[in-house]
């Protein structure tokens, strides 16, 4: 058995080495029954520069795809194929009817919305959005600390005129990173994500309010300021929502529509005589 295994292999390197050295494209590669793998069949990945070891692997996993799905047909019941068949035809249509449906939806929609209606969304829909973490607004400078500016940009990150920004700014290349945006709400966890000295564990030590934390190691001094913090329980300012109410609203907009769409087809088949109802 293994010596039948090791001849197979061997005219499958074989015919797939000769083939891939010839310039038709078109050649035999493999046969699994009745199916049968061209090169023009193989990925691009697959080239003469590929190991056998890669182009085997493939090989086999195409072999074993095609057999098992013969061996299906021939062992599984005609029920269970029939089954099969229509969740196989079931998925098609839905396929099918959804992208229709997408088709007309995306032509229809207005996807503009005005600020006067993500204004009236947010008055009227304001308690549903309340925080489940808290937000945070913050300053954050990582710089090697050999930089002869550190005293200044300490002093500036906890103050930012427009003239400490612009200073900052024009230093951007030397830091190793930089988050001067303070109008931006961060959720706890981008803020955790983003500061690599901060964690789950002690948190509670930096996310506080108008302190300034100078952290230093071997290559770089870390300022980090908290502007505002926003509890969780409250409810968030408009900016913080803005793209999740022009979402919804939109989403909402795509739901009528398709109400609509559906009304409408039924309607212009039953003018039209494709659908009838016969009692």
């Known amino acids: 058995m293994k010596r039948f295994i090791f001849i197979l292999l061997f005219s499958f390197i074989t015919i797939g080495c000769n083939n891939l050295?010839?310039?038709?494209?078109?050649?035999?590669?493999?046969?699994?029954?009745?199916?049968?793998?061209?090169?023009?069949?193989?990925?691009?990945?697959?080239s003469e520069d590929d190991s056998i070891k890669k182009f085997m692997n493939f090989i086999e996993s195409w072999a074993?795809?095609?057999?098992?799905y013969d061996l299906s047909l021939v062992n599984l019941s005609q029920s269970k194929k029939s089954e099969i068949d229509e969740l196989v035809n079931?998925?098609?249509?839905d396929l099918?009817?959804?992208s229709y449906k997408d088709l007309i939806v995306n032509t229809r929609i207005d996807s503009l919305v005005s600020t006067s209606v993500i204004d009236s969304f947010y008055n009227l829909n304001s308690n549903n959005f309340k925080l489940n973490?808290?937000?945070?607004?913050?300053?954050y400078v990582k710089v090697p600390n050999d930089n002869i500016n550190l005293s200044r940009i300490k002093r500036y990150i906890v103050r930012v005129n427009d003239d400490d920004r612009l200073f900052l700014d024009s230093l951007n290349f030397q830091f190793a990173d930089l988050k001067l945006n303070d109008s931006i709400w961060y959720t706890e966890r981008d803020v955790i994500t983003s500061i690599e000295f901060i964690n789950r564990q002690n948190k509670s030590n930096y996310l506080i309010k108008n302190k300034l934390f100078t952290i230093e190691d071997?290559?770089?001094?870390?300022?980090?300021?908290?502007?505002?913090?926003?509890?969780s329980g409250?409810?968030?300012p408009i900016s913080y929502l803005y793209e999740r109410i022009k979402s919804a609203?939109?989403?909402?907009?795509?739901?009528?529509?398709?109400q609509s769409l559906n009304k409408e087809i039924l309607n212009d088949a039953l003018k039209s005589r494709k659908y009838e109802i016969f009692k």
């Open 21 to 46: 050295s010839n310039n038709n494209s078109n050649n035999l590669v493999a046969r699994a029954g009745e199916n049968f793998l061209y090169e023009n069949d193989l990925p691009k990945f697959l």
């Open 64 to 68: 074993k795809e095609k057999v098992l």
């Open 90 to 93: 079931n998925y098609k249509v």
């Open 96 to 98: 099918y009817i959804n």
């Open 133 to 139: 973490e808290n937000l945070l607004k913050f300053r």
């Open 218 to 231: 071997s290559q770089y001094v870390n300022f980090f300021i908290v502007k505002d913090i926003l509890k």
């Open 234 to 236: 409250n409810i968030p």
């Open 249 to 258: 609203i939109i989403n909402q907009r795509k739901l009528q529509l398709l």
